[in-house]
């Protein structure tokens, strides 16, 4: 029989450390399969399929090898049985889409160091790849599928690779083409089968090309522009005098996705503005450019698939929006991640939801994403700013919106607190403090209870605590001060309502400086009319190279500095950093600049300042350590980590390191601390040796570990999750034991209802029968318990020694109270006949072999006392001397 092996209460040997979400799916186009009940997506070195009905992952399709990340996927047009797949270096793998089997895996014959940015497949034989040297240069071919060699080169074509790549094949006269645009104001055809023939059109309006698709089977192709507007050009298009041009305009600002329905009847565009318009084109004379919407998307629209029975739609917050062709929304296929510019450079932080296992990060602009790490799902968006979304403007394509600055949760999960801020320099800057009431078995997980606007005088706030079970709140802001709220129940209308109001503000210089130091906060905001003029856009009709907005735009899921930080200058000496609450709820722990203040709760008083020349110029985290190390206190800076003790008030230990993050585990007395090299240390603050230490997990040029939080583990185990600013989940957990053979013998209580009918040995003998008087108890595991129970507490908050030695020495000798079981006697009838033939149905009281006489002893001593005289006749003579 297989069981699963006992757990030990230490610490499994082995870790492995694996990304659990935040992968991107709008990297590249997805398309449909050819039945259209799915969608195939690719994700990094896969593909992922999709049922449309329910958006759930229903297979991955993975390569043989190590070919690296995926450019594209395709169907052939003439039959739907392969699935073909090209990998940034080359590697062509083939799929059977029924098995999802690969088929066959090659590699193609490229010049060396290139890199393929596009895939498409011209038929079973061919496919069109563009790649880009290292000086930029683009190189273009056609190449077999079947063994990798080069068919056709066109070097008529010389352009260069700018950040923005657009290719869509087509049809003219009989031969398949490709139409491309790199982000200029030029468009490239190019004839597949005759590599002389080609063609170079620029845009009329001579504002730059954007994106571009053609028609399946007409010679036609569609391209949106700059400015907004979107040119359909029919007829040769080898011959740009002889092209017809038709222009439609509703888009404001730049279209970065355009495609044809299949039939071809009906042209999908969207952009900036996160809506999608459904075009109606010219062959259906009555319907002639009518158009339709789906607005407010959700994100910018980066790709835009068709099939004949769905549309899908790729936004900017790393979802996939599935809707009809009468552009009703049906699905959502969501992942984490698609965060805003802004929140990546704030890196708002990461909350563990134990009520609900789930993580609780930022989301799109506004948002918190609540992800199952069970089910590896996005369950809900949580609405936090409650606003409408920012139009950008011409002038301001990334216009700053309200975000999520701070994110705190109780230990117990039933109380949220976040901050929102916005800051443009212009208006007065919008802060507001947040209070969730946690909700189970609902639609939303978290209802609104009190809302404080300008929570700190317009001041962002930088850091957030709750206590254990959600009574009071600690913010700390750029003010240079935090405050204390605390939770109240008033009776009203006959109910109980319960609101949160500020106790205090504490600070620790005059609390002023602020206001002198920053002129946001106090200079005129009237009379300031932005600049409208947008006639000299200097974005619309060239590339600006490395810094070119509409380059970052495209790739703006990757984006972290297009917002410039109006935070308020930076104070190093009284500058606020992070805030805690001790486990008790006695004390808080602030930083203010390099000097780390402990406050009373209660009386809202300064306690004391501990400082030391180590932790110069300012303070970042810290954390209070929680049960048996409740007495300690854990601070880091730039460039050390320092452990206090409370009892003495003097460091116990430092070490020196880079930190990026500090986190305590409310159910042990376990940190972590991560590095920027991403290191990881799990620690408890008694010894400065790591539990466990795990070094350069992921190289730190690709991105560096920002937050982390302890997550629900059994035994000594340790599980940390950590994210990194692109929002990226990984995971750090104990490794899986294989399930082994084990002897129920060696543990103390079955682990099933099943393991009570197995036989602890299977053999052919019967065990004696033993009483329950002689089992013997496991006082080693009562006395591991009492000592635990004894440790949790803080020392400060411990009774007296002499009323905890009883209950101390009773555990630990296992002494349990036995209750007095009242006997019930049994009645019997006088008056039956059969009571000679019945056994006996109720077993006698046992004689008790011996009880103690006390009245006996008693009076036995009382006559020892007796006779025996007061002083015996030595001790009178020596007295009396006689």
Not at 442 to 457: E, Q, R
Not at 497 to 524: D, E, R
Not at 623 to 649: I, K, M, P, R
Not at 731 to 745: A, D, G, H, R
């Amino acid at each position: 029989m297989v069981t699963q092996t006992a757990t030990s209460e230490k610490a499994s040997a082995k870790y492995v450390f694996n990304r659990k979400a935040g992968r991107s799916i709008i990297e590249h186009r997805p398309i449909f399969s050819p039945d259209g009940q799915s969608i195939v997506v690719v994700v990094e070195d896969l593909a992922r399929v999709y049922n449309i009905q329910t958006g759930d992952c229903v297979r991955t399709l993975q390569t043989e090898g190590s070919v690296g990340h995926l450019v594209g996927v395709q169907f052939t047009e003439d039959d739907g049985y392969n699935l073909y797949g090209c990998s940034e270096h080359g590697y062509v793998t083939t799929w059977t889409w029924e098995q999802g089997a690969v088929l066959r895996e090659i590699k193609l014959s490229l010049p060396h160091n290139l890199k393929i940015i596009s895939f498409n497949i011209v038929d079973n034989n061919e496919c069109f790849i563009i790649a880009v040297r290292p000086d930029k240069s683009l190189h273009l071919g056609t190449y077999s599928v079947k063994d990798g060699i080069l068919l056709y080169e066109y070097t008529g074509i010389e352009c260069f690779y700018y950040g923005i790549i657009s290719v869509a094949l087509g049809w003219c006269n009989g031969d398949r083409y490709a139409a491309f645009t790199v982000g200029t104001r030029k468009l490239f055809i190019q004839n597949l089968s005759q590599p002389h023939l080609y063609s170079i059109i620029s845009n009329h309006n001579r504002l730059r090309i954007m994106a571009v698709a053609a028609h399946q089977k007409d010679s036609t192709v569609a391209i949106t522009d700059a400015i907004g507007r979107v040119t359909i050009l029919r007829g040769n298009l080898y011959d740009s005098k002889s092209i017809a041009r038709e222009v439609m305009h509703w888009h404001f600002l730049p279209p970065l996705a355009v495609c044809f329905s299949v039939q071809g009847n009906y042209l999908l565009t969207g952009g900036m503005e996160k809506v999608l318009v459904k075009w109606t084109l010219g062959s259906l004379a009555t319907k002639t450019n009518e158009k339709s919407f789906i607005p407010r998307l959700p994100g910018i629209v980066r790709f835009i698939t068709a099939s004949s029975s769905h549309i899908a739609v790729t936004l900017s917050n790393n979802s996939i929006v599935i809707a009809s062709p009468q552009l009703v929304v049906s699905r959502t296929i969501l992942e984490c991640g698609g965060t805003s510019p802004h929140v990546r450079f704030l890196a708002s932080t990461l909350v563990w939801d134990r009520s609900r296992a789930a993580l609780l990060l930022p989301g799109r602009t506004g948002h918190l994403q609540l992800y199952s790490t069970s089910s590896d799902t996005v369950l809900c968006n949580v609405d936090i700013t409650q606003m409408n979304s920012l139009p950008a403007e011409r002038l301001n394509l990334i216009p700053l919106e309200t975000e999520v600055t701070c994110t705190a949760m109780s230990a117990d999960g039933s109380w949220l607190v976040t901050s929102e801020y916005r800051n443009d320099g212009v208006l007065y800057p919008e802060e507001k403090l947040k209070f969730w009431a946690s909700q189970q078995n609902t639609a939303t997980p978290f209802k609104l209870n009190t809302c404080v606007n300008l929570s700190h005088g317009g001041c962002n706030v930088v850091a957030l605590a709750l206590n254990n079970k959600g009574e009071f709140c600690v913010s700390s802001g750029t003010d240079q001060k935090f405050r204390i709220w605390k939770r109240n129940t008033s009776s009203q209308d006959n109910r109980n309502k319960i609101t949160w109001t500020c106790l205090t503000a504490c600070y620790y210089s005059s609390g002023i400086s602020h206001f002198l130091s920053n002129s946001v906060l106090n200079q005129y905001k009237g009379n300031k009319t932005p600049i409208t003029d947008d006639s000299e856009l200097p974005y619309m009709k060239k590339c600006c190279g490395t810094n070119d907005i509409l380059t970052k735009i495209v790739n703006i899921h990757k984006e972290n500095n297009l917002v410039l930080n109006n935070d308020e200058d930076r104070d190093d000496e009284f500058s606020m950093g992070s805030v805690a609450i001790s486990q008790d709820g006695s004390l808080i722990a602030a930083w203010f600049g390099c000097k780390l203040t402990l406050w009373d709760t209660h009386l809202c008083n300064l306690r004391t300042t501990l400082s030391h020349p180590a932790l110069r110029p300012r303070g970042v985290h810290v954390q209070f350590g929680n049960n048996d190390a409740a007495h300690y206190l854990v601070c880091t800076t730039e460039g050390c980590l320092a452990v206090w003790s409370l009892l003495s008030l003097t460091m116990k230990w430092i070490v020196p390191l880079n930190t990026t993050c500090l986190v305590a585990d409310p159910c042990s007395n376990k940190m972590a601390v991560l590095t920027t090299n991403n290191d990881v240390f799990v620690f408890t603050p008694h010894s400065s040796v790591p539990i466990l230490n795990l070094k350069n997990l992921i190289d730190y040029r690709s991105g560096v570990f920002r937050h982390c939080v302890f997550g629900a583990c059994s035994g000594d185990d340790v599980r940390l999750y950590m994210m990194r600013n692109d929002s990226e989940i990984y995971c750090l957990e104990p490794e899986k034991s294989q399930e082994q053979l084990e002897v129920i013998s060696q543990r103390n209580q079955p682990r099933s209802k099943f393991s009570v009918l197995v036989a602890e040995q299977q053999l052919y003998d019967v065990r004696a029968a033993t009483t329950a008087g002689t089992e013997q108890l496991n006082r080693e595991q009562l006395g591991n318990n009492a000592i635990s129970q004894f440790l949790s507490g803080a020392p400060h908050m411990v009774p007296p020694v002499s009323l905890l030695c009883p209950l101390f020495l009773q555990h630990i000798s296992g002494y349990e109270e036995t209750e007095q079981i009242e006997e019930e006697v049994m009645e019997v009838d006088p008056q039956s006949s059969d009571d000679e033939d019945l056994p006996s149905k109720y077993t006698p009281k046992a004689i008790q072999m011996w009880a103690p006489n006390y009245e006996g002893v008693k009076e036995k001593r009382l006559m020892n006392i007796l006779e025996t005289p007061l002083l015996d006749d030595e001790s009178i003579a020596i007295v009396f001397g006689e």
